[in-house]
């Protein structure tokens, strides 16, 4: 279910940040997983229906208007993304975004994983709130997986 507020960032060790541009007339949300389109090169929510892939989260919020494309920073790296049914067996596969919220462990039709998850954890004191560390910059074409 895609982001309808903004999401704690959490980063582990070194990240890199990515300038873009955001695609017009929509609400983006700090945390919120895109991609870049790869025919007009801006930044838009990701999504397992298109062919491009996550490459990392918003550092901050944006209502972008009609005719706008303001700039953004993307963070690229190790990120801790919530999932529910995630397990300690999720380590060192492969992971793919479904939306702008929600990343996957197996494999959609279209999308490319957007990278590998290196470490699991129940958050805080919780025995509900699973996270994943997905490193972003170990995402890759899904031909490159047959």
Known sequence: ???????????????????????????????????????TGLVKKATDVTVERAIGVLKAGKVVGAGENPD??????????PLATGAQTD?????????????????PTNADPCGR?????????????KRLLLDFRQGLPKTALS
């Open 91 to 107: 380590v060192d596969g492969f992971v793919w975004a479904s939306d702008d919220a929600v990343i996957v462990v197996s494999a």
């Open 117 to 129: 998850c290196v470490d699991y954890k129940l958050w805080g004191n919780s025995t509900t709130d």
């Open 72 to 81: 953004c920073e993307i963070e690229i790296g190790k990120v801790w993304i």
């Open 1 to 39: 279910m895609a982001l309808s507020a903004d999401r704690e960032v959490v980063v582990s060790g070194r990240t890199e940040i990515l300038h873009g541009k955001l695609t017009e007339s929509v609400t983006y949300y700090k945390g919120g997983m895109v991609q870049i389109d790869k025919v």
